[in-house]
């Protein structure tokens, strides 16, 4: 052949690219649209008392089978049944109940899932296991020796669980596994030195307690248990995932859930909600169970412009979180779901039924690069006063009729300059080498950003930034 | 002004969806080698697309509008790796559907050599070897000098000479 090498790249190149997707290609994107449009339209201002009513983090209580709400009146809120066996808050590994190594013996009466610390923690299962013991214990006991002098664990982090067993006689006995290294079971009480007696296949006998607590379930009604939602923090005052829910979302069968929504922005926003009503939880749950893929669809992090999480319990006191992968995806990194079309124009009308999280301005309290991030969401909004209002000075940014801005913040320090204007503050800060761009213009600016203000009870306000020339990033 | 845009696309849905159904075969094989990875190339397309749609009506009465949605795409790709939140991640494998003309080793290897260069040269190779666009019509998509393209290229070239995949139709 003589075509060059370009030619051959080319024709390589193309050779590589899958199938494209199929369904609505056009339509997505027309979502897409109408979801950038509302986060740059600008504020609608709401009640107080809606605004209380969705406010995330407040917990409500229903009973089961009721509507979700919490402010419907009627029947009193029952108590969670009392548990016999209770979790501890801590696991002591070295305190647990029963024979270090030793086989589990049958008879036991009531077991109970609990976390054992690791990098995830999760909320027990409220119902104890009473049926099928035997059944657990066999299975524990079959597992076979591990070998840890030979056996070369990953360093993967997973997360750790107890199961504790409680027997007629008043004795009690326990076994610990999990899914970080070799997945190795302990039973009784161990340190993190391994010995010659743990076992392998931690999560056979997880899946062994999650399957004898699903069939003891269908045969039983569910307890009355409190509900209680929130939308996802930084710093959860909980665990938030269920095991009896995990692997396969369609189990979970939710009876209440929460659909929470947050513009990205380089500002922090609160999370929004919304509650799902009966209807659409019985779509979401046909949903779940019918459109649930077990394969990776996306790695790392779609950016969207809204982040999108459902968070839901079912009548068994089960709680899930479902993060929203980007894009109309929701997954868990074990599986991924694609809401149907009804469940997605639901979801959407439930987003579009609230006004936007306002951008909030800068106080006092916050730190000097708040005063940039602020400002560049406000542009990005539309609303040039109030971005304006962030200046000391006359705005010199951005260019005019340019919409939309982007900025990637660097580090900041404070300074003693010596020249005007900056030196009339008494306060004042430079972040160097920042970056900011238009869109869609590509080139990018590195630019030195002077804030400032006079006094501790003042916020910061941008003064002035300085253009130090294209910067050279990924080119 | 961006409602009277919105308004524009709707009048023109019709337009926009035979546009869709035309091009979006040519803009993800874009996508998917600008991203080497389905998901993202989706998410990509479709944020182009969302994008654009608003100013079909506009742009479209020249016939531009195809130039207009791959700029903004781009664009978009460029603008994803200036956030800190989008984790680059190397693409690591290559989907079954791929051409069965190419060994899967050496399409791998392929996909390796083109996710290992930077996104700006990447981009130049999408732009002028797999949709032919000259070097000026690249600068202007990307909004760089005629000069950046030809440098970029360049570098990209050296770059990939080593892929066996490539090498081996040069043995042929």
């Known amino acids: 052949m003589n075509d060059s090498f370009e030619d051959r790249l080319g024709r390589s190149l193309t050779e590589l690219v899958p199938e494209p997707p199929t369904g609505d290609l056009a339509g997505a994107a027309r979502t897409w649209a109408r979801r950038a449009r509302r986060r740059r339209q600008g504020i609608v201002a709401v009640s107080a008392a809606v605004a209380v009513l969705a406010a995330i983090g407040i917990p409500w209580a229903v009973t089961r089978g009721g509507e979700p709400g919490g402010d419907r009146g009627g029947e009193p809120v029952k108590e969670p049944e009392v548990l016999s066996l209770e979790c501890p808050a801590n696991v002591n590994r070295g305190a647990l109940p029963g024979k270090p190594g030793e086989p589990l013996r049958k008879g036991a009466v009531r077991a109970q899932l609990c976390p054992a610390g690791g990098a995830g923690s999760f909320q027990p299962p409220r119902d104890v296991l009473e049926t099928g013991l035997d059944e657990l214990v066999e299975t524990v006991n079959a597992r076979p020796f591990a070998s840890p002098a030979s056996s070369i664990c990953p360093g993967t982090l997973g997360t750790e669980w107890t199961v504790l067993l409680q027997y007629a006689d008043g004795t009690a006995a326990s076994v610990t596994g999990g899914s970080s290294g070799c997945g190795w079971l302990h039973l009784g009480p161990h340190d993190h030195q391994t010995s010659g007696r743990v076992r392998e296949g931690s999560g056979v006998v997880h899946r062994k307690y999650l399957d004898l607590l699903a069939a003891q379930r269908a045969t039983r009604e569910p307890p009355h248990v409190e509900v209680s939602l929130s939308c996802p923090t930084y710093n959860p005052d909980g665990p938030l995932f269920s095991p009896a829910a995990y692997d396969d979302p369609a189990d979970l069968r939710m009876t209440h859930a929460v659909l929470c929504w947050k513009t990205e922005a380089l500002t922090e926003l609160p999370f929004q909600s919304a509650l799902l009503d009966v209807e659409l939880i019985a779509l979401v749950n046909a949903d779940l169970a019918d459109r649930v893929t077990m394969r990776e669809r996306l790695r790392g992090e779609c950016v969207d412009p809204l982040r999108v999480e459902l968070v839901a319990q079912n009548a068994w006191g089960d709680r899930v979180l479902i993060p929203g992968s980007g894009c109309g995806w929701f997954g868990t990194g074990e599986w991924f779901w694609q809401p149907g079309t009804k469940v997605q124009q639901r979801f959407e009308e439930l987003i579009e039924s609230k006004p936007e999280s306002e951008i909030p301005l800068p106080t006092a309290a916050d730190e000097p690069d708040a005063a940039v991030r602020a400002w560049a969401d406000l542009v990005n909004r539309g609303d040039r006063a109030k971005a304006d209002s962030l200046w000391a000075a006359e705005p010199t940014l951005p260019a005019p009729g340019v919409a939309q801005i982007g900025f990637k913040g660097s580090s900041i320090r404070r300074i003693q300059p010596k020249e005007t204007p900056a030196s009339e503050y008494s306060q004042v800060w430079l972040m160097e080498d920042a970056l900011y761009w238009e869109e869609p213009a590509t080139e990018v600016r590195n630019v030195d950003i002077t804030i400032v203000r006079d006094s501790d009870d003042q916020p910061f306000r941008i003064l002035v930034v300085a253009d130090r020339g294209a910067a050279s990033v990924g080119w | ?172």
């Open chain 2, 1 to 172: 002004m961006l409602d009277a845009m919105t308004e524009t696309g709707k009048r023109d849905a019709g337009g926009f969806d035979e546009f869709v159904a035309a091009r979006s075969g040519a803009l993800w094989r874009s996508a998917w080698l600008l991203t080497g990875d389905i998901g993202k190339a989706e998410d990509l397309l479709q944020t182009a697309l969302g994008k654009a749609w608003p100013h079909f009506g506009r742009v479209n009465g020249d016939g531009s509008f195809e130039a207009y949605v791959r700029r903004v795409m781009f664009t978009t790709y460029v603008a994803w790796w200036r956030r800190r939140w989008n984790v680059e991640v190397p693409a690591a494998a290559v989907p079954e559907q791929a051409g069965a003309a190419v060994d899967a080793d050496l399409r791998r290897d392929l996909v390796t050599a083109l996710a290992a260069l930077p996104r700006g040269q990447r981009a130049v190779v999408v732009l002028r070897y797999v949709e032919d666009l000259t070097e000026a019509q690249t600068a202007d998509v990307l909004g760089i000098s005629v000069g950046t393209v030809k440098s970029q290229a360049a570098r990209a070239i050296v770059a990939l000479r080593s892929s066996p995949a490539l090498a081996r139709e040069e043995d042929a």
